[in-house]
């Protein structure tokens, strides 16, 4: 009786692993979409949070052009509002696109490695609700003292 239970347990943990749904693609920012085919290399990410500001460096890798991929990326951005500023191609180096808004930033690198195309998001956010540093107080100057009589 211990024998079958322990084998319907390891079944079903088998059962519940094969039918886990693929993890979903991480996105920080709720306004940069990643194409569907891309997985985030967590390992070589990194993220920072501030009360004031958000900034990311995240890499992606996927079995993609680097030229459709490209496309995608603007097309979607385009359509949450990021501005296109430029896009650089440079051989063996990959294209660099840059985007902004409103307080935000974003660059993105996609180059081929020797398995996997990668895509290195670089992005920074205002947090909102974040006050912008006070501006510097004067520099007080100093007011001539008359001379003391005797």
Not at 55 to 79: D, H, Q, V
Not at 94 to 104: C, F, H, V
Request: charged share 20%; aromatic share 8%; with cysteine.
């Amino acid at each position: 009786m211990r024998r079958l239970f322990i084998l319907s347990v390891v079944v079903l943990s088998l059962a519940a692993c094969a039918s886990s749904p693929p993890r979903a693609q991480r996105s920080e920012f709720e306004d940069i979409p990643v194409p569907k085919g891309l997985t985030v290399d967590i390992e070589k990410s990194t993220i920072i949070e501030s009360p004031a500001v958000k900034a990311a460096r995240i890499f992606y890798k996927g079995r993609l052009e680097p030229e459709s991929l490209g496309t995608a990326f603007r097309t979607t951005l385009e359509a949450n509002g990021w501005r296109h500023l430029s896009s650089t191609m440079a051989s063996g180096k990959g294209t660099t696109q840059i985007y902004d808004k409103p307080g935000s930033s974003l660059q993105i690198i996609i180059y081929e490695g020797i398995y996997y195309t990668w895509v290195e998001l670089s992005a920074t956010k205002l947090v909102s609700g974040a006050v912008a540093a006070p501006a510097a107080a004067p520099i007080p100057t100093a007011t001539p003292v008359p001379p003391v009589r005797q």
